[in-house]
């Protein structure tokens, strides 16, 4: 009896270990978009590869940030660039509020006027494809 019981908890910590959470699944693919959507206006890009995703709808400011390349052929160890964007809302229409590339940060409040220069010329692309 004891072998019965040992095998059932054996078999049930087994499937247990099988069945597993999946991984969190995105937050809001919209505000994603409008993050990939700053990326490429800023890098002058039709196109980026987007590695891992995540988003942040419930956080003031909502945002997103996520690993990109810009390779066509884009390997997994090619996604080590990372953008981070905030926005006033987190339905559309977002407002750019602020976003950073690797460790530049451009925003309305920036101390390098080419770095508020960059942050309008964004947010201006990103009103125009309303």
């Given at each position: 009896?004891?072998?019965?019981?040992?095998?059932?908890?054996?078999?049930?910590?087994a499937l247990?270990?099988?069945?597993?959470?999946?991984?969190?699944a995105?937050?809001?693919?919209?505000?994603?978009?409008?993050?990939?959507s700053v990326?490429?206006?800023?890098?002058?890009v039709?196109?980026i590869?987007?590695?891992?995703?995540q988003?942040f709808?419930?956080?003031?400011?909502?945002?997103?940030?996520?690993?990109?390349?810009?390779?066509?052929?884009?390997?997994?160890?090619d996604?080590?660039?990372?953008?981070?964007?905030?926005?006033?809302k987190?339905?559309?229409?977002?407002?750019?509020?602020?976003?950073?590339?690797?460790?530049?940060?451009?925003?309305?409040?920036?101390?390098?006027?080419?770095?508020?220069?960059?942050?309008?010329?964004?947010?201006?692309?990103?009103?125009?494809?309303?």
């Amino acid at each position: 009896m004891r072998h019965v019981v040992f095998a059932a908890a054996a078999a049930s910590a087994a499937l247990a270990g099988l069945v597993q959470a999946p991984p969190a699944a995105a937050q809001s693919p919209q505000l994603e978009q409008a993050c990939v959507s700053v990326a490429k206006n800023f890098l002058l890009v039709q196109s980026i590869k987007t590695g891992i995703v995540q988003s942040f709808p419930e956080l003031d400011p909502p945002g997103a940030r996520l690993t990109y390349s810009t390779r066509e052929d884009a390997k997994p160890t090619d996604y080590n660039n990372e953008i981070d964007c905030q926005f006033d809302k987190a339905a559309p229409p977002f407002g750019l509020v602020r976003f950073c590339i690797s460790k530049t940060c451009y925003g309305p409040g920036e101390q390098e006027p080419e770095n508020r220069r960059r942050f309008e010329e964004v947010k201006a692309m990103m009103a125009r494809q309303k």
